[in-house]
Every structure is written in structure tokens, then in C-alpha cells.
């Protein structure tokens, strides 16, 4: 019944001064010249909050009726970025997270305090090795550790099933970076248990069968979009679970620049898991004429390794945007389960 | 995957790594191939790779290694990787009794999934950690002989034996494939049949340039 095990004692660790972090918290690995850039757009930026203000309203009471008059204009505003400012409180309407929370009063308190999960030592060996980089999280035993500690350990009761898997404290942790403990865990929930698109746990689930039904159509809408690269792909024996494991698993989290990954979360949270999809297809497009040159080893590192341009939201997303994905999507998905079916029946 | 080929270099041996989440087997990768060592390193999603040329025996070998996650429910996508692997290097941590007790459940997921005459070295990483050692090192000896493993402490912090573990993976898988080659040399002679991709053990590299890591 220990609240937190091996997560009691605070250890006040050294904090880095503002400087070292970038503006999202993470310590910066390299000084760059990205804080000039991000001056220029300020006014424009406090432009955009204030319309944002207006469309979702006071504490986000004018967000539903808005959304069901104009669909479009808050399709296109997500698309453009929502304003970080205003970032967690729009994630939590669009997911439905909010609606979780308000018809589950007390739930979490629950979950976190009284009951103990077969994974909490799974969780702990983990906890400093999500987002390390970043101030919230760095200090051990601090309060971004306890937090996402608590989220996980939540989460692992809620859905004993599925318990803990690595990869979920990337989600978790993107979150707590946005929005208090409880209302993190209910977006975690909202999304891995479907409230407003397809349930998501099936990415953690025993045989993790959604990754491999996404893998299976990623690599065909591979050799739709790009069919020379699907070939060399295959000519190097290159197949998606090398490569896209973790675009599926983290939705980009786990190893994209913090900016790219929080304007595909926008989308992700408001429009489903398309998007993942279509930013994979965006960067294999972008890099295409490199790929295409490359064997096996070097193909390797560069999908792994994407350069700058390629990962600059303004330039992936609007080329994202434009792949369309929901016909293959629906007939790779099709083809996916009468694969999988066969071999039960002749078994 | 034991290839010859004849540029680059000699053999490309696959190499796979396994072991409980949190013994350090993205550690020792990086150290093996970059050297290079994370405090603070987030845990592995999927597989990772990176690949090292080296010299064994006068021959210049490719070593390519695939790091998995360590968490069960990711066996589910590992284990398509032991599929030609020719060597595994099987971790656990000194500190931690439970990873050294599930060595047994890694050496059947590998006896299932990988070749049969693959090559084990069985490390018992974080040797650096003595003060909070969990299992003995007679222990982790009686186990490797019990089920014929190479095995050996390793630190990737402290880059102790890293090397040596790999090297001498290499070494045994490049003496299995030397003695199928004789083997296949003298009956290919006996029967009179010409034997025409013999694999040459002379030589014939010696002064072939040590190759810089592939990984950057």
C-alpha cells in the first residue's frame, strides 16, 4: 500500500540554470540561433492566442459548440499549431479527456494511493529513463519523476492487462509537461481506450498487435506512395519495424525534436492516428533522392537520423497534410486480418 | 548471417543482444561501437543497431549488432532478429539477481527463435557497481558451464571487457566457420568433385586496413 515505492525520498539535485534549457525544458545540446528565430514570430504568436482564446472560450466552455459549427476552421487552426500556452487545455477537450475526468471524480486518487501494481518496479527502473534530458524529469526522485511515476503506476491498475509497457512513459511524460498528474492520466486513458478515435492499446497489448498491423500498412503505403523507394527498401532487406517501431509506439515522442513532435500531437490528438502515418510517408518523401542511393547499413542510420530541414514542422507538416492515406489505410487493414486469420483456421 | 565477401571485408557476422530491460545492453553497443557511454540513456523502443569492423584472426570482420528492447512484451518484434544471428551476447546485471535468474528464459527464447550452433557469451554487466553485486561471479561460472556459454563481467562504463566479450564472440564464430570450411574442403577433395567457393583461410589480408566504425 506504499504510495510510491522507491520513489519517497527527495533528492534535491543540481537545476541548470534558464540559459541551458531550450524553451520547452529540455537542457540544449548545442547552442543554436533558434531563440532569434522564435522572437520574430512573437507577435504573430499573441495574434494567434487571442483568436484561440475566443474559439474555445473560458476554461474551454464555448470549445464544443464551436467545433460543431465550424469543423473546418478548427481542423485548419490545429493543423497550424495550437499555441503552447493553451496546449494543455485544448489536448484535454479534443481527446475527450476531459469528459473522463469529470465523470470519474476520485478515480485516480484511487488508483495512485491504494492499490499496488504487479509493475511498479518495472515503472521505477524506467522513470530516469524517460525524457532525461529534460529539467522536469531529470531530478531524481523530484516531482516530474513522482508524477509520471504515479501516472504509469495508475494506468498499470486501471488496465491490468495491459500494465506497463516501455514506451507508454513517453506519452506520459509528453503530457505532464502540459497538464497535472490526474489530467494526464485521463488523456493516457482517453487514448489507449478510444474515447474519441480507434483505442490505441492494442500498441501495448501481449504480442503488441497493433504495431505490427501498423507496420504491415506503413510498408504498404510505402510501396504506393514511394514505389521505387518500397523496392530498394526491399531489394535491402529494409523492412518498417527497423525503422517505425517507435513513430507508432511513442506517436513520435521518443526521439523527434520536442517542436515537431507537439505539432504532430495537435494533429494526432484532434484528427487520429493518420497523421502518424502520413508524417512517416512525409519524411521517407523528403529524403527520397538520398534514400534511394543508400544500402543497407547506411539506410539504416539515415532513418534514424533525419536531417534538420527534413524535421522542421513548417516544411514535414504541410507536406504531411497533403499524402492521403484512408483508402489504403482501410484496404492494407482489410488484407491485414485475412493474413492473420489463415494460418488459425489451418492450424 | 556469416557472409564472405570479397570487398570491404572478409566475414559480416550478425550479432544479436538480449537481456532484461536495464542491464545495459545499449551501453555496452555504444561503447563497442562508438565508445561511448550514457548516463543517460532513455530505455530501448524496438531494436537498435550500429555495426564495427575489426580484425580477427588476420581476416577483417563486420560485426552488425542488433540491440533489443528487453521487456517481454517486446519479444513480440525481437525475436524476428535472431533469425540468422550467428552470436548473442546474453547481458545481465551484477547488482540485479533477477536479471541473472531469467538467463534461463533468454537461452530458451534463442534456442526457439535463433540457429541452433549459435555462438553465446553470457555478460554479467555493471562489474563496476562490486559494492552492490547480487550475483556472485562462481554463480554466473557454474550457469555458463552448465549450459556451455562463454562467459565473462563486463563494465561498459568502465569500458572493462566490452571489447574482449565481442572479440572473442568473433573468434568462436570465425573458428566454427574455418572448420566447416575444411570440413566441406576435404569431402568436396575426397570425392574428386572441384569445389568452387571454397573459402580461402590463407592469409590472404594481412595488412588489410582496420576499418573505421560504420556507425557514426
Known sequence: MDRSR???????????????????????????????????GKSREARRVRKWRKMIGVGGSDWKHYVRRKPHVVKRRIRKGIPDCLRGLVWQLISGSRDLLLMNPGVYEQLVIYETSASELDIIRDISRTFPTHVFFQQRHG?????????????????????????????????LLYMSEEDAFWLLVALLKGAVHAPME?????????????????????????????????REMINPSMYASQWFITVFSYSFPFPLALRIWDV??????KIVFKVGLALLKYCHDDLINLSFEKLIHALRNFPEDAMNPDILLPMAYSIKVSRSLGESKIEYEKQNRKPKIEA | MAYKVDHEYDYLFKIVLIGDSGVG?????????????????????????????????????????????GQERYRAITSAYYRGAVGALLVYDITKRQTFDNVLRWLRELRDHADSNIVIMMAGNKSDLNHL???????????????????????????????????????????????????????????GVPQGTTINVNNMSDNANKKPCCST
Open chain 2, 25 to 69: 545492453k545499449s551501453n555496452i553497443l555504444s561503447r563497442f561501437t562508438r565508445n561511448e557511454f550514457c548516463l543517460e540513456s532513455k530505455s530501448t523502443i524496438g531494436v537498435e543497431f550500429a555495426t564495427r569492423t575489426l580484425q580477427v584472426e588476420g581476416k577483417t570482420v563486420k560485426a552488425q549488432i542488433w540491440d533489443t528492447a
Open chain 1, 6 to 40: 522507491g520513489i519517497n525520498d527527495y533528492e534535491p539535485g543540481p537545476v541548470p540554470s534558464e540559459s541551458r534549457v531550450d524553451r520547452y525544458g529540455f537542457i540544449k545540446q548545442n547552442v543554436s540561433n533558434s531563440s532569434a528565430a522564435e522572437g520574430l
Open chain 2, 133 to 191: 553485486r547480487a550475483v556472485s561471479t562462481e554463480d554466473a561460472q557454474s550457469l555458463a558451464e552448465s549450459e556451455g556459454l562463454s562467459f565473462m563481467e563486463t563494465s561498459a562504463l568502465e569500458a572493462f571487457n566490452i571489447e574482449k566479450a565481442f572479440q572473442t564472440v568473433l573468434l568462436d564464430i570465425y573458428q566454427i566457420i574455418r572448420k566447416k570450411a575444411l570440413a566441406a574442403q576435404e569431402s568436396a577433395s575426397g570425392t
Open chain 1, 143 to 175: 516531482p516530474g519523476q513522482r508524477s509520471l511515476y504515479n501516472v504509469l503506476k495508475a494506468y498499470s491498475v486501471f488496465d491490468r492487462a495491459v500494465g506497463y509497457v516501455q514506451g507508454m512513459g513517453f506519452l506520459a511524460g509528453l503530457l
Open chain 1, 202 to 234: 492494442g500498441l501495448y497489448q501481449v504480442g503488441l498487435p497493433l504495431v505490427q498491423q501498423y507496420l504491415f500498412q506503413f510498408e504498404h503505403l510505402v510501396s504506393e506512395h514511394l514505389p521505387k523507394l518500397g523496392e530498394h527498401f526491399s
Open chain 1, 268 to 273: 494526432f490528438l484532434f484528427e487520429g492516428v
